[in-house]
């Protein structure tokens, strides 16, 4: 907790109940929740914090390093509170994500022609495709039409 102030106060950030309350909840997910799913959980104990608060906290944790946000395909933000160094696999089904280490991904090369327009600051790889349980109910002609969906869009 004395960490948790000293990272708040170190990045102007008020040291509140609702703030306290929102770190609790997430820091030993591995589930990488959505604000939403967090909101409805806080709304049991904190029946007056809004949903605004609640995603506004998680972008300024996401902001100061306390969480990291994880995306994909344009679905709403999921936040993991593992900031080490790792990588995801994320169900298209039905949204589960899940970490894990792999030292090759972590190596990645970054080609010379990015390296010209950014400074890259970190490397993460998210996989997609089915869980074991997913995969059982996607049908192949459904993905071949999904996959045939997208190539129509690029």
């Known amino acids: 907790m004395d960490r948790l102030k000293k990272l708040f106060k170190s990045n102007k950030l008020k040291f509140t109940p609702q703030r306290i309350a929102i770190y609790q909840l997430l820091k030993n997910r591995k589930d990488h ?7 409805r959980q806080l709304k049991k104990s904190y029946s007056s914090i809004s949903f605004d608060t609640v995603h506004r906290t998680l972008l300024s944790f996401a902001q100061i390093g306390l969480i990291h946000v994880v995306e994909g395909n344009g679905d709403v933000k999921r936040f993991d509170p593992d900031t080490t160094d790792h990588h995801h696999v994320r169900c298209l089904q039905c949204g589960t994500i899940v970490d894990f280490h792999n030292k090759s991904y972590d190596g990645i090369h970054v080609p010379p022609e990015i390296n010209k327009i950014f ?3 970190s490397k993460k790889v998210v996989l997609e495709g089915y869980c074991n349980q997913c995969k059982r109910i996607v049908k192949p002609e459904k993905e071949h039409a999904k996959w045939k969906k997208r190539e129509n869009v690029r």
Do not use: I
Not at 33 to 39: E, M
């Open 33 to 39: 929740p959505s604000t939403d799913a967090l909101y």
């Open 119 to 121: 400074h890259v600051t």
